[in-house]
């Protein structure tokens, strides 16, 4: 039965007249159609938070209830799109609309006409489980798509089609089950606000390199962990997670821009199908799927942008891939949720937040993980939130929700981005809960000795920040010259190591083999000069070697020229080995 | 759509009229309210159900009674005529003309709310705006369909700076078709005429359109202007492939329009009084400021902004900035010392910087050089403070280097007349002059390639 439009204000509408309406169901509203999810029900009117402008819309309109909650399509075709924040394919709403988006635009979020190649990898009469593969597409150069069989069926494979190209909504296998029988399509739909199911969740023991050195030496994170980025405007988030987004080594990256600036997404369209993924050399695209409501886009799509994002990494985790997510920024996110909880006129928590937010903030981090899937297979989705918060002061409600839940903690700092040190992740105030967990894997797939260099290293800078407080007070030349050697060390860290340049095409990546070269030598620099110091060789004079320069260049040089870098490094340092105390 | 008339006002509030059984009014739609005297004042419906419809009045509701006031519904929401014919016009803050000529008629009206642009239909700006000042183009590049704020406060040189900056915009390789938008929100008188001065000075003037509302006018429409000059900027940027640049001043004024409008409302306040949708509703300002492919035209913004209490973390220049791309920050420390114009280098950004600097379109150093003058200006400035305390005695040689440098660069990079304008060659010659001034082995973020070839030190 069709309802009518009884009220409208901005984007909540009151519907009445649907026959049965059940919650989060999605509602065509008005004549342009306008999607909507139910979000509350008043006896016999439903409440309706609109994913559209509603501007023009007028009482007495018609509603019609979808009876489905809102849900995504899942098939091949989802890599290298970009969609909104209910997947509908921006570069289709293009060519149908123009420049601008207006309301009420109908497109299919997969492609019905597209052939995909379709290889069975099952034969008929083979009794097959949820979650087991069936057949594949090979849907970019990267990324294999397996066909599962869906959620919550199983049975016996009664038909499958053989080799060949097929659309997404054409059957390609029939199972029997209790005499029912169901048929398999590529694609599949599943509801943004539940997560899907896997057999079991798993500790993480991998870390998700991200050739970033301040990340994966000082603050890793595990492939199918949570890491939170909160930092002011200007402090770089948006760097570290478009750095993340290009050189993690994820298979498939889900990118969510969420209320944030349109020429952010635009660079990603522009910049990532001609960089290369550097384990593959494959385009970037090939493994990326963006999702975008840029902050003059319907709010209350922005709130259902971030479910979106992680159900399209869930389904790519479920065919055994690491898939990491960035929300680019959940206070946007969060903020939405706030006005349309003020719209419905629910009673406030902290700062006008819904009392929920921490709750919904958890339910979101909680769908990251390192998973058994239903196939037995092993799966992951890392979760990267940026968060944004007012005036750069964490203490508001968002930044103190999200750390309670996610395990790593980039602390981006104002004052660092000021002196343009990049990636502007504080040292001090920053920390990652994984670093136990993925030493092991670092000692035996890096150096045994990887964990002692980071520890070092960063009590020196710990040690440092106590130095600059002295020196505040009696000035440099007061200080004992092993206070001295801790400045300089101190600062090779910070200038040559910790800051990396994101737009330098070589310091934009490092590897975790060249990230250990270049800490190892500065540590034995440091050995060195510590040890012609307890020689009594005065500082200056080992100032005056000019081997920080070399080092400060390690940077910049490439990969495969490293080590003969580093030969010209160890002469030098045995020049230090060698100093005597004569001037 | 014909237009019903209704006398049924049940409630009237300083900026709200509350309409009875209205049938079928759209959200969004346009209203127009008629006064006893024959006064006509426009609105716009707030939120609507089938008892009450709220309309939102812009202007003053002096004189309306819930007797003798009838209400218009339009049919239709807030559209703007638009034509060639606005420019070098003045219009006020709901497009009527202040400046005594005709209205405008035009068969091509626009939604003044504009529509979002599809992300997919961007193009990357990456055109380098020449604007002649060295803090700026150096340090903080501005390119075609950026949205880069000026954070002032008051009392300081941001008008001066905006006209200066419209003066000398140009680009490096073509002088094409070219429009200034002014938007004058909620200023006073001598402000509005020293940019329009400004504007005939620079022979900008018949180039522009000029929307006003000056601080005694009613502040409601300070919420509808900045809509009208983006509208106008739209136009003449997208159907008559112009590349536009928008000067809206001062934003604060418009933020507490949006505090004053919400506040009659009875919205739940969020920071400092200020509706939670603020962030929202100035993205839908700034976020119209771009390129799209398959135009020539863009709309480049540069609001101005002053900052309540030179305070960055109010809840204004905040929101802003996480919107706009960077900002252009004005210190009152350097306008103190008589620096012109004071921008706080450290403190400024340009998000779109590394799209319109390097080899092809300004120097193939510019960008380390602008890394390496942060720097150093930076430990400079940390180190003036140290100074404060130990005296300069306790520095070491290289230390005393950048102290001199931080003063250097104030005097000579940042402070610059009002009629001088540098070229991007000259103003990257001079970061090299000031460098040199340090020891070379210090230059870390300047690859050695540069040094060789630019670089200005005695051997």
Known sequence: MEGKVIGISGSVVTVSGLEDPKMNNIVFIGENELVGEIVKIEEKNAIVQVYEDTSGLKIGEKAVDSKEPLSVELGPGLIGSIFDGIQRPLDKILNKEGTFISSGVKVNSLDREKKWHFKPKVEEGKAVEAGEEIGEVKETSLIKHKVLVPVNQKGIVKKIVEEGDYTVDETIAVLENDKKTEEIKLMTKWPVRTARPVKEKLSPTIPLLTGQRVIDTMFPVAMGGTAAVPGPFGSGKTVIQHQL????????????????????????????????????????????????????????????SIYTGITLA????????????????????????????????????????????????????ERAGRARILSGKIGAATIIGAVSPPGGDISEPVSQNTLRVTRVFWALDASLANARHFPSINWLNSYSLYTDELDQWYRKNIAEDWPELRDKA????????????????????????????????????????????AFDETDTYASVSKQYKMLKIINEVFDAEKAALERNVPIEKLQSIQIKPKIARLRYTKEEEIDDKLKEIEKDIEAIKKTSTEK | ????????????????????DVKNAAYNEQVEIELENGKKVSGQVLATNEDVTIVQVFGETTGMNTQTTKVRFKGTTFKMPVSMDMVGRVFDGLGRPRDGGIPIFSDEKMDINGSPINPYAREEPSEFVQTGISSID??????????????????????????????????????????????????????????????QNS???????????????????????????????????????AHVIVILSDMTNYAEALREISAARDEVPGRRGYPGYMYTDLASLFERAGKVKGKEGSVTQLPILTMPSDDITHP??????YITEGQIVLSRALDKSGIYPGVDVLLSLSRLMNQGIGKDSTREDHRNVSDQLYAAYAKGKELRSLTEIVGEDALSKIDKQYLHFAEEFENRFIKQGFNEDRSITETLDLGWELLSSIDKSEMKRIKPEFIEKYGKWKQ
Not at chain 1, 253 to 278: A, H, Q, S, W
Request: hydrophobic share 40%.
């Open chain 1, 245 to 304: 987004a290009k050189w993690s080594d994820a298979d498939v990256i889900v990118y969510v821009g969420c209320g944030e600036r349109g020429n952010e997404m635009t660079e990603i369209l522009t910049t990532f199908p001609e960089l290369k993924d550097p384990k593959s050399g494959k385009p970037l695209m090939d493994r990326t799927i963006l999702i975008a409501n840029t902050s003059n886009m319907p709010v209350a799509a922005r709130e259902a």
């Open chain 1, 314 to 365: 869930e389904y790519y985790r479920d065919m055994g891939y690491s898939v990491a997510v960035m929300a680019d920024s959940t206070s946007r996110w969060a903020e939405a949720l706030r006005e349309l909880s003020g719209r419905l006129e629910e009673m406030p928590g902290e700062e006008g937040y819904p009392a929920y937010l921490g709750r919904r903030i958890g339910e979101f981090y």
């Open chain 1, 458 to 501: 960063m009590a020196t800078l710990q040690k440092e920040a106590e130095i600059n407080e002295i020196v505040q007070l009696v000035g440099y030349d007061a200080l004992p010259e092993s206070d001295k050697l801790i400045l300089d060390v101190a600062r090779m860290l910070r200038e040559d190591y910790l800051q990396q340049n």
């Open chain 2, 1 to 20: 759509m014909e237009e019903i008339e209704y006398k049924t006002i049940e409630r009237v509030t300083n900026v709200l009229l509350f309409v009875k």
């Open chain 2, 138 to 199: 150096c340090m903080n590049t501005l390119v075609r369909g950026q949205k880069l704020p000026i954070f002032s406060g008051s009392g300081l040189a941001h008008n001066k700076l905006a006209a200066q900056i419209v003066k000398q915009a140009k680009i490096l390789a073509e002088k094409e078709n070219f429009y200034v938008v002014f938007g004058g929100i909620g200023i006073n008188s001598e402000d509005a005429n020293f940019f329009i001065n400004e504007f």
């Open chain 2, 203 to 241: 022979g900008a003037l018949e180039r522009s359109v000029i929307f006003l509302n000056l601080a005694a006018e009613p502040s409601m429409e300070r919420v509808i202007l900045p809509r009208l000059a983006l509208t106008a900027a739209e136009y003449l940027a997208y159907e008559k492939n």
């Open chain 2, 316 to 321: 204004i220049p905040d929101l802003t900035g």
